[in-house]
Each structure stands twice: as structure tokens, then as C-alpha cells.
T-cell receptor, first 113, second 111 residues
Framework: SQTIHQWPATLVQPVGSPLSLECTVE??????LYWYRQAAGRGLQLLFY??????ISSEVPQNLSASRPQDRQFILSSKKLLLSDSGFYLC????????????FGEGSWLTVV | QKEVEQDPGPLSVPEGAIVSLNCTYS??????FMWYRQYSRKGPELLMY????GNKEDGRFTAQVDKSSKYISLFIRDSQPSDSATYLC???????????FGAGTILRVKS
């Protein structure tokens, strides 16, 4: 069966510091990968998605970037965090042919102080 | 106007009650409809998936889609305290298209 791992689960970072969140998927090949951010009362905002290695699409202009160095690895980064980057970040995956359903990781809570 | 509207709640019900959760949407091109359940500080998990109009039942859960009214519902029968969570609706247009999520409804089932 497929599993998704996301880490770290929680982190507190000062303003201006870098960020790296990592996500890996097991049990499937060539998944579509996603990074979402969830803010209270605002639902899920799609930040990036990737259909293959090195292929990244950005949905929202922001202070973040994403990379996919390997088939089942997806990384969310920032060079300098802003207070507004605080939130709950979720990695997710899907497989073409799965009926548009996506499956989420456990999430990473980021607090920028 | 948001593409998908969902009452944020919180919705508080006694144990054993029938719960009705709803979403409305504006884009008539949506064809794929999903419900996700999210426990506090956890990632959402897929609960129900429906294509086009109609009903789908899975245990205590029933998903209903009315495309003519642009309205989807999730019914929970015999609600349990363990059902307390945030429920997110999601939908998409053509096959392979990205999902659009509602803001989520907080449900609290009191024992």
C-alpha cells in the first residue's frame, strides 16, 4: 500500500531564516505531488504541484519554492521566512487514473516568530 | 464569490444524531466530488468520492450530489464522538484537474 511521510511535524523559525519541508511517497511510481497550505477558516490553498521530476507548477506567487529531485520526493523551501508564512503545510499525492482523488500527509506546523 | 462555499460551523450535535454537512458551488463544470475528514492537527483523509450526480453510501456515511442545484451533502447516521472533526468538501472539473476545496465545517458530537 502507498504511504506518505512528511517532516518535520512541527517547527518554530525566526523571521528571515530558511525553510525546508520534505515529503516522500512510498508504494507507487510517478505520483503527482502537491504542497498545500491551510489557514484557519480559509480551507486548503494549493501552492505547488508536480507531475514529474523537475516539473514544478506554482499556483500562487509567494515567498516559497518547491523542488522534486527524485520521483517520490517533494521539497518545500524558503530562503527567508516571513511572519505570513506561518501555517499548516500539507504534502499530498495522487496517481493518474485515481479519479482525481488526492491523499495527504500528516502535515507540518510552521510558526514564524 | 468563492467557487465552493461551506458553512464553517461549528456544528454541535448529540451522540446518535443524524448529521448533514453541505457545500454549494458555482461552477457547473464540476463533475468529481469528494469529502475529506480532518482531525485536529492532522492531514485530511479521504472519506467519500462521487462522480456526477446521485448518492453513494458507505457504512454510516452517505454522500449526495445534486448538480442541478449545485449542492452536495454528506450525511452521517448514528453520529459518534469519534466523528468530531473538520469535514472538507472538494470538487474538480475534468478528469485530472486540480481539486477546489471548501473551507471546512467543524463538527462536534457530544456524548
Amino acid at each position: 500500500s502507498q504511504t506518505i511521510h512528511q517532516w518535520p511535524a512541527t517547527l518554530v523559525q525566526p523571521v528571515g531564516s530558511p525553510l525546508s519541508l520534505e515529503c516522500t511517497v512510498e508504494g507507487t511510481s510517478n505520483p503527482n505531488l502537491y504542497w498545500y497550505r491551510q489557514a484557519a477558516g480559509r480551507g486548503l490553498q494549493l501552492l505547488f504541484y508536480s507531475v514529474g521530476i523537475g516539473q514544478i507548477s506554482s499556483e500562487v506567487p509567494q515567498n516559497l519554492s518547491a523542488s522534486r529531485p527524485q520521483d517520490r520526493q517533494f521539497i518545500l523551501s524558503s530562503k527567508k521566512l516571513l511572519l505570513s508564512d506561518s501555517g499548516f503545510y500539507l504534502c499530498a499525492w495522487s496517481v493518474t487514473g485515481s479519479g482525481n482523488t488526492i491523499y495527504f500527509g500528516e502535515g507540518s506546523w510552521l510558526t514564524v516568530v | 464569490q468563492k467557487e465552493v462555499e461551506q458553512d464553517p460551523g461549528p456544528l454541535s450535535v448529540p451522540e446518535g444524531a443524524i448529521v448533514s454537512l453541505n457545500c454549494t458551488y458555482s461552477n457547473s463544470a464540476f463533475q468529481y466530488f469528494m469529502w475529506y475528514r480532518q482531525y485536529s492537527r492532522k492531514g485530511p483523509e479521504l472519506l467519500m468520492y462521487t462522480y456526477s450526480s446521485g448518492n453513494k453510501e458507505d457504512g454510516r456515511f452517505t454522500a449526495q450530489v445534486d448538480k442541478s442545484s449545485k449542492y452536495i451533502s454528506l450525511f452521517i447516521r448514528d453520529s459518534q464522538p469519534s466523528d468530531s472533526a473538520t469535514y472538507l468538501c472538494a470538487m474538480s472539473r475534468e478528469y485530472g484537474n486540480k481539486l477546489v476545496f471548501g473551507a471546512g465545517t467543524i463538527l462536534r458530537v457530544k456524548s
